[in-house]
Nanobody, 117 residues
Framework: QVQLVESGGGLVQPGGSLRLSCAAS????????MGWYRQAPGKQRELVAAVTRDGTTDYADSVKGRFTISRDGASNTVYLQINSLEPEDTAVYYCNAHGPPQLGNYWGQGTQVTVSS
């Protein structure tokens, strides 16, 4: 059974930082592209950051320089370090594991990030 369990969300003031974690189980972690998406109220889910199995990263323009994605194969965990948070970053953040077509695509349950003073 595949599970992606996110943690680390919360309420933070503008300019603050958070580190989101996503622990994966039930998949061969090393062959999946891992990503973080977010969905704000009334908006579509959007890709925030992704990291390939060889460590190549990609970011949405809106978060470049503020967000850092990383993965740890020893613990099957992907992280999202979020700095200089802005109210516009408020959303539910979802972890995603994107595998080869025959293995599928999986989502976590989401973790809420709220940026407010």
């Amino acid at each position: 059974q595949v599970q992606l369990v996110e943690s680390g969300g919360g309420l933070v003031q503008p300019g603050g930082s958070l580190r989101l974690s996503c622990a994966a189980s039930g998949i061969i972690f090393s062959i999946y592209v891992m990503g973080w998406y977010r969905q704000a109220p009334g908006k579509q889910r959007e890709l925030v950051a992704a990291v390939t199995r060889d460590g190549t990263t990609d970011y949405a323009d809106s978060v470049k320089g503020r967000f850092t994605i990383s993965r740890d194969g020893a613990s099957n965990t992907v992280y999202l370090q979020i700095n200089s948070l802005e109210p516009e970053d408020t959303a539910v953040y979802y972890c995603n594991a994107h595998g080869p077509p025959q293995l599928g695509n999986y989502w976590g349950q989401g973790t809420q990030v709220t940026v407010s003073s």
